[in-house]
């Protein structure tokens, strides 16, 4: 037992690295990358700290280069379900009693290790397994996981230091419990920092969790789960758990033992899993909470007294960087007609200097989407645009998928403000234009509010501080991440938490102790230094 009262180290976001040519990291992340590319692996699950092979695998392939095989990963079922959920309650009592300290402890040290001596080797895995620059694994699975373990475990300690008040004669205390049951963390293909946030930030409060990363993304997936292990994570804390989403995700919805969700994905199948919790609500021991953020069709909007060279770069880096595979990526634009020949001009020079392919080749901006059912659904977009009276394509259009998933960044304008591509989550390189006329402002931000069901993120451009008034509150609704003169994207932990709602998400900000708060479950203790003798009150006299 540890007396003292303990502080956890105030955070600081992670620098960013330049990897310039010959520095340092450079020259490491090329090496950790040639060493993933000599070798293929077998990837087991892990259940209670056991590597399980179920013989039942699935190829992992670049997707720049689709015929280079990383190696392959066990698939788990529904008995390997049951064996985590097992092993998760077994490992429940002893690690939710550690002392708080002691869980801090193993995460801070992952922070540590992955800035240190992981960091190479969990960038150079998310670069060849998600085809993301080097730039863009930098600050994904280097930088923002950093700062998750850092911020979230300062986070849980300001959280539990928030007790109440106590009148003379009794102490008030609050502790923050971890749930009963178990956590099931659902992590997505484009960002590691997510794929490593959403098993961890539960387990740190004390909860033990079954983690099924996205099928595209176990290669990364599991290089993190090795460096929580060499950080002191004990087995059946985190149970690792590929596979499809029927195979694990329908037995894991009919467990009485379910105590929480932690899903990043689509919308469809956030809403299926809601469903189904609902319809299996009589048989659970608990009411599970539900954090998750989906999809968004995030947008630019900007009035006529907009900084134009400063929309181009936004509007190119927030619609094209990892291939707009982002939830967060400029997907929809709205531009006055006064404005629409200079931006056209100087958005389609800059954007026809984009150079797309290996991410080995650091001069690349772009390289290719994540697998074939991701080309095959984003092309069908462009063909559709192609075909459209209703639409021109300024930029791009063309597509490969011969050697790599290959899609050029592609600019659409359309004539229709509901035109099917302003209005559908893309999760591509794909930006939509809408050109309107300046007199229409006001009608036209309404129009934005109102064309798409997500609230993820959205940025307004304008110099006139009036302008931006009436679109922060027109758009009040429209995302839960606002951006003034910006791009959409790129939300840092700890300086701006991140979701959305309407068919977003929750909004339950990752990054922000509002979210650790929601895998805690508190309990008051009230206790009497001196008990009354006398049971009557004064108001009982004759």
């Known amino acids: 037992m540890s007396n003292a009262i303990f502080k956890v180290p105030e955070p600081i976001n992670e620098v960013v690295l330049s990897y310039k040519k010959n520095s340092k990291e450079r020259n490491e992340i090329i090496s950790a990358i040639n060493n993933f590319k000599a070798q293929q692996i077998e990837i087991p699950l892990i259940i209670g700290g056991k590597e399980i092979r179920t013989g039942k695998t699935e190829e992992m392939v670049i997707p720049h280069n689709h015929k280079h095989v990383l190696g392959i990963y066990h698939k788990a079922g529904k008995e390997e379900v049951k064996m985590a959920i097992e092993a998760a309650l077994a490992a429940r009592k002893e690690w939710s009693e550690m002392p708080w300290e002691q869980?801090?402890?193993?995460?801070?040290?992952?922070?540590?290790?992955?800035?240190?001596?992981?960091?190479?080797?969990?960038?150079?895995?998310?670069?060849?397994?998600?085809?993301?620059?080097?730039?863009?694994?930098?600050?994904?699975?280097?930088?923002?996981?950093?700062?998750?373990?850092?911020?979230?475990?300062?986070?849980?300690?300001?959280?539990?230091?928030?007790?109440?008040?106590?009148?003379?004669?009794?102490?008030?205390?609050?502790?923050?419990?971890?749930?009963?049951?178990?956590?099931?963390?659902?992590?997505?293909?484009?960002?590691?920092?997510?794929?490593?946030?959403?098993?961890?930030?539960?387990?740190?409060?004390?909860?033990?969790?079954?983690?099924?990363?996205?099928?595209?993304?176990?290669?990364?997936?599991?290089?993190?789960?090795?460096?929580?292990?060499?950080?002191?994570?004990?087995?059946?804390?985190?149970?690792?758990?590929?596979?499809?989403?029927?195979?694990?995700?329908?037995?894991?919805?009919?467990?009485?033992?379910?105590?929480?969700?932690?899903?990043?994905?689509?919308?469809?199948?956030?809403?299926?899993?809601?469903k189904t919790i609902g319809n299996n609500i009589s048989k659970m021991k608990y009411y599970p909470r539900i954090v998750g953020e989906t999809g968004g069709k995030d947008f630019i909007f900007v009035h006529n007294s907009a900084d134009i060279d400063g929309v181009v770069v936004a509007a190119l880096r927030g619609a094209f960087e990892y291939q707009g595979q982002k939830c967060s990526a400029a997907s929809r634009m709205y531009i006055p007609k006064s404005r629409w020949n200079e931006f056209k001009t100087k958005y389609v020079n800059e954007v026809n200097k984009i150079k797309m392919g290996d991410v080995e080749d650091f001069t690349n901006f772009m390289s290719a989407v994540i697998d074939k059912g991701a080309f095959e659904s984003i092309t069908e977009y462009i063909k559709f645009a192609e075909k459209s009276d209703e639409a021109e394509i300024i930029t791009g259009g063309k597509y490969d998928d011969s050697k790599g998933y290959f899609i050029e960044p592609t600019t659409i304008v359309t004539t229709n403000p509901k035109f099917k591509t302003m209005q559908e989550e893309i999760f591509g390189p794909v930006l939509t234009i809408y050109v309107y006329e300046d007199e229409k402002f006001e009608e036209t931000v309404q129009l934005c509010d109102s064309t798409s069901p997500y609230a993820l993120t959205g940025a307004i451009w304008s110099q006139d501080r009036n302008k931006l008034i009436y679109m922060m509150n027109g758009l009040r609704n429209a995302a839960g991440n606002f951006y003034i003169n910006d791009k959409p994207t790129a939300a840092v932990v700890g300086q701006q938490p991140f979701g959305g709602g309407r068919s977003s998400g929750t909004n339950d900000k990752a990054g922000s102790a509002m979210n650790i708060l929601r895998w805690m479950t508190a309990r008051t203790i009230k206790e009497t230094f001196e008990p009354p003798k006398d049971w009557t009150y004064p108001f009982m006299e004759e």
């Open 103 to 274: 869980r801090v402890s193993i995460f801070l040290k992952a922070a540590d290790l992955l800035a240190g001596s992981w960091r190479a080797r969990i960038n150079a895995a998310t670069m060849l397994a998600q085809s993301k620059t080097v730039y863009q694994a930098e600050i994904d699975s280097a930088c923002e996981l950093i700062d998750f373990w850092r911020f979230n475990s300062y986070f849980m300690a300001q959280i539990m230091s928030d007790q109440p008040y106590s009148p003379r004669g009794m102490w008030n205390r609050v502790e923050y419990r971890a749930l009963e049951g178990f956590i099931f963390a659902v992590t997505p293909f484009n960002f590691s920092s997510i794929a490593g946030n959403l098993p961890t930030a539960p387990a740190m409060v004390g909860n033990v969790v079954l983690w099924k990363p996205a099928s595209s993304a176990v290669f990364s997936a599991y290089q993190i789960l090795m460096l929580l292990k060499e950080a002191g994570l004990p087995d059946g804390v985190i149970n690792f758990v590929p596979g499809t989403g029927g195979n694990v995700g329908n037995p894991v919805m009919e467990s009485p033992d379910l105590a929480g969700i932690h899903f990043t994905g689509s919308t469809a199948v956030f809403q299926n899993m809601w």
